[in-house]
């Protein structure tokens, strides 16, 4: 139980790296990966309100009652939630407009309410902080090599600037959202098969 | 029951203390949301009936009070003088209020150009009020003293074929762009030569 706080932020780097180990969290995962941009942007507003609620949630534990604890943990999460799109709004308003409904959607998100319940309910700030800054910036590297993927060969751009010139026919059906399964799909294999190896 | 109790107030702090954090945050994030609007939403369509003009109009509005509410009027300079004003107003489309700018000549009250700025239209059959050209340069040069309709009700303006719920929401928020600023007239002058 005694990990240090920096085991706590590896894991989530790697070994329980979401959404490809730790699969949860697939609906954004799956929507906005079309450009990189969306991607990084999905995964440092994930990564701030997961870091936010889960050292809150951690100050707080010995407060909250068991039997309301969702319900506080949806009412941290969702404060949260709102400072980001605000501030997106204010400061990233072509950002916000693409990533559109699956800001607010952060709420429901699983990996943020799961690391909540699992993990910063049960112990203490330090670690939590150190486990929620390591869910989010996995899950900020996973969007990032998922988008880089859908939108180098769907698009043939990487952040909107093109790769390999004019000629280049993309295979469009990578940007598409079947695509996103699919692209998902070849992560988790080689991601399983990396695994496997170890 | 004091179990119950406890329960209770506890949901209500956490309630309260979030409510606060957001208000904050709205007031203090408030004023760029704005801009950031105008600039995303408004700026385009803007740049588009105001083509050629030597200023910026985004930055170049004023505000004024119309009874409860406050309008915003943005200038176009051409050739040196403050002729041309926009204003945005609303009309009920298929799904929702469609915002429609529209750019009047202060001269002879005369429409220089409309944009739809915001809609909930239906993508490929409403949402065409916004994005075919053709509907949109109908209203150019009319006096914003016509009633405009469309040819069903009798009107003059053509239609989006199969969207006639949502080009009948741009006529009327044309036609009440037009009672607005011939409401405001008065001031609308003064205030452009300030």
């Known amino acids: ?198 | 029951m004091r179990k119950m109790l406890r329960l209770f107030v506890v949901v209500v702090i956490f309630a309260a203390f979030s409510g606060g954090l957001l208000a904050a945050v709205k007031s203090m994030t408030g004023e760029r949301i704005e801009y950031q609007q105008l600039k995303f939403v408004k700026g385009p369509v803007l740049k588009k009936i105001m083509k050629g003009c030597s200023n910026d109009p985004l930055a170049d509005r004023f505000k004024i009070k119309d009874g409860k509410e406050e309008r915003t009027f943005f200038v176009g300079v051409f050739n040196g003088k403050r002729d041309i004003v926009a204003l945005e107003s609303f009309g009920k489309g298929f799904g929702g209020n469609i915002g429609v700018l529209v750019g009047i000549d202060l001269r002879n009250d005369k429409i220089v150009g409309i944009g739809v700025t915001t809609h909930s239209e239906t993508p490929g059959v409403g949402a065409r009020v916004k994005t075919e050209p053709s509907f949109s340069a109908q209203f150019k040069g009319k006096s914003i003293r016509e009633p405009f309709k469309v040819r069903a009700d009798g009107g003059q303006i053509d239609a989006v074929s199969g969207a006639t719920y949502s080009s009948r929401g741009v006529c009327s928020a044309v036609a009440s762009a037009g009672k607005i600023y011939l409401r405001l007239k008065p001031e609308i002058l003064q205030k452009i030569k300030s």
């Not at chain 1, 800054?133 to 180098?152: P, Q």
């Open chain 1, 1 to 198: 139980m005694a990990k240090s706080a920096f085991q706590e932020f590896k894991k989530g780097l790697w070994a329980e790296i979401p959404p490809f180990r730790l699969v949860l969290g697939l609906c954004p995962t799956l929507a906005v990966t079309k450009s990189v941009d969306n991607g990084v942007g999905m995964g440092i507003a994930l990564t701030f309100v997961l870091v936010c609620s889960n050292i809150v949630i951690s100050l707080l534990r010995k407060v909250i009652p068991k039997e309301v604890r969702i319900a506080c943990f949806i009412v941290v999460i969702a404060s949260f939630v709102t400072v980001v799109e605000l501030v997106m709004q204010a400061y990233a308003y072509s950002l916000f407009l693409q990533l559109g409904i699956f800001i607010p959607l952060i709420v429901v998100n699983c990996i943020v309410l799961g690391r909540a319940e699992a993990f910063a309910s049960k112990n203490g700030v330090i670690a939590s902080l150190a486990d929620g800054l390591g869910i989010g910036i996995g899950f900020t590297l996973s969007l990032t090599a998922l988008s880089i993927f859908r939108e180098v060969l769907g698009e043939g751009t990487f952040n909107h600037v093109s790769v390999f010139g004019p000629s280049f026919q993309p295979f469009s059906f990578l940007v598409e959202a079947p695509g996103a399964f699919v692209a998902l799909g070849l992560m988790l294999c080689i991601m399983n098969m990396l695994g496997k190896k170890k």
